[in-house]
């Protein structure tokens, strides 16, 4: 039964990510979008908080969102993927559920 | 008498509005002849980091106005190095936003002008209006 969780606000701004992080399960996947895609730049405050999470959750970021704010896709953390829309598609077919955190 | 007008920008682009919306009022303010400086502050600093491509998001890019606005006079962006340095980016990631100076032949020079937190609190003091966005 997993779970895609999709956060759509800054880290920086709100908790929206440190709640999601905290409540996503192990196999869940957890996708930044929108202005949460800032929480995925090597370097950034979360990019810890964010690797614990990795250890049994997969963590993606979309693409078009990064590159609107300036961020090519090469200024990603390691381990987080970056997906586009159609990426975006698959997760939300290939997980059972899916849950915004906004 | 013109005042001290500071627009404080807090927030990334395109996510919200507030981006956006005070560019709007800086031009409304540059048309009056206004003391105008911008602050860019937290997420804020993504306002003005170079290479916004929005084609992917299928919104309006508006990041190429902050090169306009040294036209208006506009022409003192103070970034905050906290908050560049809390987000993994670095004074490389703005985009290289300059004035021609009238009182310098016309020389062009940066807007962009690096600050600490201290510096910053400094600068906000000193402002006769502030608006937040």
Redesign the interface.
């Known amino acids: 039964m997993s779970m895609l969780h999709i956060v759509?606000?800054?880290p920086?701004?709100r908790n929206a990510l440190a709640s999601c992080l905290g409540h996503a399960l192990e196999g869940d996947s957890v996708l930044l979008i929108?202005?949460a895609v800032?929480g995925a730049?090597?370097?950034?405050?979360f990019?810890e908080q964010i690797k614990v999470a990795m250890a049994d959750k997969s963590v993606y970021v979309l693409?078009?969102?990064l590159?609107?704010?300036?961020?090519?896709e090469n200024?990603v953390a390691e381990g987080i993927q970056v997906v586009?829309y159609a990426g975006f598609v698959d997760l939300a077919a290939n997980n059972e559920k899916t849950q915004s955190w906004l | 008498m013109s005042k001290k007008f500071m627009y404080v920008n807090r927030?990334?682009?395109?996510?919200?509005v507030y981006a956006l919306e005070s560019l709007e009022v800086v031009l409304i303010a540059a048309a009056f002849e206004q003391d105008v400086s911008l602050a860019f502050i937290?997420?804020g600093v993504?306002q003005i980091?170079?290479?916004?491509?929005?084609?992917?998001?299928g919104?309006k890019?508006f990041?190429a106005t902050y090169n306009a606005l040294g036209d208006y006079d506009v022409n003192k962006f103070y970034v905050e190095r906290e908050s560049l340095e809390?987000?993994?980016?670095t004074e490389d990631?703005l985009m290289p936003i300059v004035y021609e100076d009238e009182d310098d032949d016309w020389a062009e020079k940066p807007s962009v002008k690096i600050v600490s937190r201290a510096e910053m609190a400094q600068v906000l003091s000193e402002q006769d209006v502030t608006l937040s966005f």
């Open positions: 759509n606000k800054s920086f701004e929108e202005d800032v730049i090597d370097g950034s405050n990019i693409g078009a969102d590159a609107a704010r300036g961020m090519q200024r586009d | 927030k990334a682009p395109y996510g919200t937290d997420d993504y980091a170079k290479g916004q491509d929005t084609k992917g998001i919104m890019g990041s809390e987000r993994g980016l990631d």
